[in-house]
């Protein structure tokens, strides 16, 4: 099975820009769907970017739309989440997902991926 390191975290300022990493260890991550969901203190678990394993055909909620982008390294087996223009709301915990049987009705499912990283923290406030 696959294992993910997520880092890349901090505190930036309203506007300012970050890149999330998720390392994989232990299988391919080209045969893995992969994904990026966040958690906000009291808030449910949200979808934020994913990408098919073998098309690499990407999905945003519409929140992160033109200002995230999620990108894949088959060389370094690493998934980075790509962040701009960042917003005091987009503050979370952000984690990193994968699952090698994800399909279009599920992308956007957290309850669909079955690895997961622990989580890199990201504060957006001046």
């Known amino acids: 099975q696959v294992q993910l390191q997520a880092s890349g975290g901090g505190l930036v300022q309203p506007g300012g820009s970050l890149i999330l990493s998720c390392a994989a260890s232990g299988r391919t991550l080209r045969n893995y769907a992969t994904a990026w969901f966040r958690q906000a203190p009291g808030k449910a678990r949200e979808f934020v970017a994913a990408m098919r394993r073998s098309s690499g055909v990407t999905y945003y909620a519409d929140s992160v739309k033109g200002r995230f982008t999620i990108t894949r390294d088959n060389a370094e087996n690493t998934v980075y989440l790509q962040m701009n223009a960042l917003k005091a709301e987009d503050t979370a915990v952000y984690y990193c997902?994968?699952?090698?049987?994800?399909?279009?009705?599920?992308?956007?499912?957290?309850?669909?991926?079955?690895?997961w990283g622990q989580g890199t923290e990201v504060t957006v406030s001046s």
């Open positions: 997902a994968a699952d090698p049987r994800i399909i279009i009705s599920t992308v956007r499912s957290h309850s669909e991926y079955d690895y």
